[in-house]
């Protein structure tokens, strides 16, 4: 499986806008990026995913580099709610049966 | 969106009893369930995956006899902690993934459930 890359931690404030970052230099060509989040004691929630393309949904947005060997996940404007554990996690498109491998994700902490 | 639901969302039973875990899809069929477990400050570890109507395939180092996993229908896998003992005190996540009438099939989100807290004493 691709590896990805991520902080282990970072911190915001209420409010204001969120970067988080995710390298994976040994991307394939079919590999989708894919973002969970996990918050205390729940199961991992979607957050979004995309190929090549910068993506918007209701939650957040995605920016994913022209050489796709890194990409950020945008939270315009963080709440206390958003407090989670972020995965980024590579998935082969051309591999349906693949399970999500998770890496060790970012921990986000937002403070008021 | 899809809804998986995990039950019990918490369990504490005796050590040598044997527990069961349910994973059910309520609006779609899951042709694959998996069962992760996570232990406190970790992240999620695949211990198997599940096919409806075949037997699951277990990640290395994972005792298929201690973890029993059965997928009999479209919607439901069970996971059976059998003579549980206190290290196996642990978070258990399932997720499933499966046709969804629209979404395709390669890129599909998986969904997953809200996990089970098991705790042995």
């Known amino acids: 499986d691709a590896k990805t890359t991520q902080p282990n931690s970072m911190e915001s404030n209420e409010e204001e806008p969120v970067h988080l970052p995710c390298n994976h230099s040994?991307?394939?060509?079919?590999?989708?990026i894919h973002w969970y989040r996990q918050l205390p004691s729940q199961g991992p929630e979607y957050v979004i995913h995309?190929?090549?393309s910068n993506v918007n949904n209701r939650m957040a947005s995605l920016a994913i580099a022209e050489d796709r060997k890194s990409s950020t996940l945008i939270l315009h404007r963080a709440t206390l709610r958003d407090a989670a554990v972020y995965y980024c996690i590579l998935r082969d498109g051309n591999n349906y049966g693949q399970n999500f491998v998770f890496g060790p994700g970012t921990r986000l902490s937002v403070l008021p | 969106g899809a809804v998986v639901s995990q039950h019990p969302s918490r369990v504490i039973c005796k050590s040598g009893t044997s527990v069961k875990i349910e994973c059910r899809s309520l609006?779609?069929?899951?042709?694959?369930m998996f069962w992760y477990r996570q232990f406190p400050k970790k992240s999620l570890m695949l211990m198997a995956t599940?096919?409806?109507?075949?037997?699951?395939?277990?990640e290395q180092g994972v005792e298929k006899d201690k973890f029993l996993i059965n997928h009999a229908s479209l919607t439901l896998s069970t996971l059976t902690v059998t003579s549980a003992h206190p290290e196996d005190s642990s978070f258990y996540i399932c997720s499933a993934r499966g046709g969804i009438s629209g979404q395709g099939g390669k890129n599909t989100e998986a969904f997953f459930g809200q996990g089970t807290r098991l705790t042995v004493v």
């Open positions: 995309g190929l090549t």
């Open positions: 040994t991307i394939s060509g079919t590999d989708y």
């Open positions: 609006d779609f069929q899951a042709t694959t």
């Open positions: 599940s096919n409806e109507g075949s037997k699951a395939t277990y």
